[in-house]
Structure formats: C-alpha cells, structure tokens
C-alpha cells in the first residue's frame, strides 16, 4: 500500500508569489492534517481537513489557506510568500475523528523562498 | 495554549548505551501521546499512549505514560547508529490536532 504522499518534493519561490502544495493520504484515510516545520523545531499544526470540511486551525495568516477533495487528496497554498514561510511543509493522514488514531506523514515538501 | 517540552534537546552516547528521552505536555482534553522518529524528512510512527502506566514495546524502543504527572519517557536499549534521528514527542486533545515538542536529537557514536 502507498503511503501519504505530497508533491512537489522540492520548491523554490521568490517573494511575493503564491505556492500549492499536494498531498495524497492513505488509502481509506479521510483526515488529512498540514503542518509546517522550520529547521530546528517540532512541526506546527497549520489545518486539519476531515469530509471536506476544515476541522482545525492552527495560528497561521489567512495567507495560508487549504482544501480537501471527493478523494480525500488535500492541498495546501500560501499566497505573497515571505521569506519567513521557508520550512519543511508536512501532510499527515490518519482514519478519521472516531478513536484513538495515529497519524502518519508524508516524506514533505521542503519550500525555500528567496 | 497547548505545550509540549522535550529533554535532553540533543544527546550523543555510544553505541550500546540506553537512552532515556523525556517528554512533558499539557494539553487540554488530553487523549494520547505520540512519538514519532525524524531522520531525513517524514515523522516515522513509533508509539501512541492513552493509558498510564501501561508499557508500549517494539524491539529495542519502549515508552510509558504518566497521566497525573502528564510526563512521557521514551527508552532505547542497547542502541545502534542506526537510531541517530531527531525524537518528537507529540500530544493530542479531542481534535486531530498534534501539538509537538522541539524534539531531542539522538547521536550515537560508533
């Protein structure tokens, strides 16, 4: 079985542009979760998407903003990048809001912004 | 504000060592604790804790979970190079939402 995956593995951007980033889940998994890692820190919770419906927000601007699709694939976009968005974008899938579920990552997608 | 704090930040021991890493959280709602192992990129799942005082092992790893001091250790026996990696600790309340630590970065020296 294939595990999450996101798309594009690598990414450089100038300042001021937008950016898309994909992430297909687990199979059957219908909880899709974006986190951003900055070098040197734990991951921060950015959006968690269950149904196509946002379930969670983290602290982030509205420059951030994301969606979820019929098959449960998500995308994440980041308009007027900074240089401060550079990070290692993280997408988590996990079964859904029932129990106790652990959530599993993608490889990332590691944005440089110049 | 949710709040996880993970110890040592970084840790280098020899090969053959046991290592403890720490973990402490506060979370509202408080329903599990993870730790996940970073070595390049992706988190790779290690343990999900609900339950105090209940061991988790797999291999060489084990961990526990002290709900009423709201700590977590995560301990490694016998340790090889292959486990150098950064160790996140994460909690988690009612929501999917994972609050994570800074991590420990674990170094084992041949």
């Known amino acids: 079985d294939a595990g999450v995956t996101q798309s594009p593995t690598h990414l450089i951007k100038t300042r001021g542009q937008q950016v898309t980033l994909r992430c297909s889940p687990i199979s059957g998994h219908k909880s899709v979760s974006w986190y951003q890692q900055v070098l040197g820190q734990g991951p921060q919770f950015i959006f968690q998407y269950y149904e196509k419906e946002e379930r969670g927000r983290g602290n982030f601007p509205d420059r951030f903003s994301a969606r979820q699709f019929p098959n449960y694939s998500s995308e994440l976009n980041v308009n007027a990048l900074l240089l401060g968005d550079s990070a290692l974008y993280l997408c988590?899938?996990?079964?859904?809001?029932?129990?106790?579920?652990?959530?599993?990552f993608g490889q990332g997608t590691r944005l440089t912004v110049v | 504000e949710d709040k996880v704090v993970q110890s040592p930040l970084s840790l280098v021991v020899h090969e053959g060592d046991t290592v403890t890493l720490n973990c402490s959280y506060e979370v509202t709602n408080f329903r599990s604790l993870l730790w996940y192992k970073q070595e390049k990129k992706a988190p790779t799942f290690l343990f999900m804790l609900t339950s105090s005082g209940i061991e988790k092992k797999s291999g060489r790893l084990s961990s526990i979970l002290d709900k009423k001091e709201l700590f977590s250790i995560l301990n490694i026996t016998a340790t090889q190079t292959g486990d150098s990696a950064v160790y996140l600790c994460?909690?988690?309340?009612?929501?999917?939402?994972?609050?994570f630590g800074t991590g420990t970065r674990l170094t084992i020296i041949p």
């Open positions: 994460a909690a988690q309340g009612l929501t999917e939402k994972l609050t």
């Open positions: 988590a899938s996990s079964p859904g809001l029932q129990g106790y579920t652990e959530a599993f």
